[in-house]
């Protein structure tokens, strides 16, 4: 008992001490009769890192909260009025930017602070940063000798900087802007930086990069959500860049969005690479081994980011679930240029295992040249997936010029493994050979092995100067579905039909066993399907006029594509169909 009355007055004197320290009297307190403002109503603070201070006025207790990931509190809350301390980061953009502070008692009771940052700044002079596997943090990176590590030169980097990396294996340990999760590390691009890897491990002075021989690999250690975040804001004149690196190891599939940039961040997306609103270049890559617990294990592009991928590889993601969509690219509304590349060997549960677009509210370009879409798998644990290789929903715009899509696969009975549209999306299919792909193998109905429309008339479908046969299926046509809203062939064959120039179906026929040579490395960066012996395909394609007509009527691409064929070689007096043209 004697102890029980002495727990009472402890705790009797400890709250009377709290009252008569904080003044606030318990028995009126009455959060509507608050009072709170700041000193001043704006702030101005200069673009490096900084913590600013400013007066709070508030007879109650308060807390502070912003929309901008960029500002931070010393401390979020208090009893009183108080000296607030406001940590603004530094500002990587070149323009300016506002955010705004709240403070509240209530919803009702409250004041805001405008805080104005100035824009970074460009520097006078390019900066060279130099990385190392066994580097640390410790020393500057201006030299070889004298590297530092990824994670350092990163942070040290402004926009115009290029940082050169050594051969070795690179693991992230800094948490992306915004991030709250162990899954959040990555290493992140938030300039417009260059960024260059194949140099030998132990580089000296004059070391040149090499990145076949000398891998430089960034590794997420089936640990980071993202191996690779690039969110550098859109500047004219900038972008970033990078050359010769393997990303592996990532493993989507947390849970939410982390806010970075003023951008909301997918953890379902992207285990090798994500790109959001951000202008990139990226050049002999290899995008491989990811996995996902959700969608899309490979490479994810959003926020109309606009990309350029060259002489690179994006094989063997995969997913771990059957709902999962978008193997090795998913093209959420930006802007894809997919140049002398392959896509290959990546396996979903869903849909669209090659290349998934998809936005439903602003169009996604996708521009190939010369590219292998190859042994892509939809439907992995059996479901009816359509899209093995490509998968055109809404809004989406492709141009297909000089590849090859092959040996695709569709799960179940769906059709398409080849290419599957929907939703008011517009295929142009041009010099390209469509060969080998499953679609429709446990289903002999109309959806189309190759090809497969699957929205009635709202998808448009354009063919010219390409090969679509020998796909294979229980019984489907090469193309089928639902009816286009527009659909042309020309100088085409399309199973053993051969259409002449004008779109009309002539008397030959093409026989695909006997036309085609065998898939392999016929000197494009990925296999090609060339063809054999005098066919229709060798002799009645597009002529040379005919296709420098078609590249000025398709203001969007790059009309000197459309006269070479995958390996590079002019088509100049030919008049061959498909991607390869040369006969074996």
């Known amino acids: 008992m004697k102890l029980y009355r002495i727990k009472q007055v402890l705790v009797l004197l400890i709250l009377a001490a709290f009252a008569s320290c904080q003044k606030i009297d318990i028995k009126s307190f009455d959060a509507q009769a608050g009072e709170i403002a700041f000193d001043k109503s704006s702030l101005d603070a200069g673009n490096q890192l900084d913590t600013l201070e400013i007066a709070l006025q508030s007879n109650l207790p308060y807390r502070l909260k912003t929309a901008s990931n960029w500002i931070t509190f010393v401390k979020a809350n208090g009893l009183a009025s108080d000296k607030v301390q406001i940590i603004v980061a530094r500002n990587r953009e070149l323009v300016d930017r506002t955010g705004i502070v709240e403070a509240y008692i209530t919803d009702q009771v409250k004041t805001s602070l405008t805080i104005v940052q100035k824009a970074g700044e460009v520097s006078s002079e390019t900066k060279h940063l130099y990385v190392k596997a066994t580097a640390t943090a410790s ?7 004298k590297a530092t590590s990824l994670d350092q030169a990163l942070k040290d980097a402004e926009n115009g900087d290029v940082i050169h990396v050594a051969a070795g294996v690179y693991r992230p340990t800094v948490t992306l802007t915004g991030g709250s999760q162990a899954g959040d590390i990555t290493f992140e691009i938030a300039q417009n930086i260059k960024l260059i890897g194949g140099y030998p491990s132990q580089a000296s002075t004059g070391a040149t990069a090499d990145p076949i021989n000398n891998k430089t690999e960034l590794n997420g250690d089936d640990k980071a959500i993202h191996v690779l975040t690039i969110l550098a804001p859109k500047t004219p004149g900038q972008k970033v860049e990078i050359d ?11 849970t939410g969005t982390v806010p970075s940039n003023g951008l909301n961040i997918s953890r379902q997306h992207g285990a090798g690479l994500l790109i959001a609103g951000s202008v990139v270049e990226l050049k002999n890559m290899r995008i ?6 959700n969608h899309n294990p490979g490479v994810y592009l959003t926020a109309a980011a606009d990309v350029i991928i060259r002489n690179s590889t994006i094989s063997n993601n995969y997913c771990t679930i059957a709902s999962s969509n978008g193997g090795g690219i998913w093209n959420d509304g930006s802007r894809l240029q997919l140049i002398d590349s392959e896509i290959v060997g ?27 879409i190859a042994n892509n798998v939809a439907g992995m644990f059996g ?9 055109a929903r809404e809004k989406s715009q492709f141009y297909l010029i000089n590849s090859t899509i092959h040996s695709n696969r569709a799960g179940g009975n769906g059709f398409g493994g080849g290419i599957a549209m929907y939703g008011a999306s517009q295929m142009n299919l041009i010099n390209s050979t469509v060969t080998a792909n499953q679609g429709g193998m446990n289903n002999a109905g109309s959806g189309g092995s190759a090809i497969q429309n699957a929205s009635a008339a709202n998808n448009s479908l354009f063919i010219y100067n390409s090969i679509i046969a020998g796909n294979v299926s229980t019984g489907s046509p090469e193309l089928g579905g639902n009816a286009f809203a527009s659909y042309s062939i020309k100088s085409s064959t399309l199973g053993t039909q051969v259409y002449d120039y004008d779109g009309k179906l002539g008397t030959k026929t093409f026989d695909p066993q006997a036309s085609f040579g065998t898939v392999g490395n016929h000197g494009a960066y990925g296999e090609t399907v060339p063809l054999k012996g005098a066919s229709a395909a060798t002799t009645d394609g597009m002529t040379t006029l005919q296709l420098q007509i078609l590249g ?21 007096g030919k008049a061959i169909m498909g991607a390869d043209i040369s006969v074996k």
């Open 383 to 391: 479901a009816n997936s359509v899209g093995g290789g490509i998968y």
């Open 346 to 372: 990546n396996r979903i549960g869903g849909v669209g295992a090659g290349l998934y677009s998809l936005n439903t509210s602003v169009e996604s370009v996708n521009i190939l040249y010369n590219v292998t």
């Open 552 to 572: 000025v009527n398709l203001s969007a691409i790059n009309a000197d594509y459309l006269l070479i064929d995958q390996k590079n070689v002019s088509r100049n």
């Open 139 to 145: 020393t500057d990176g201006l030299s070889w000798e």
């Open 244 to 254: 010769g690196f393997t990303l592996t190891k990532g493993k989507a599939g947390g």
């Open 288 to 293: 491989t081994d990811n996995s996902s617990a």
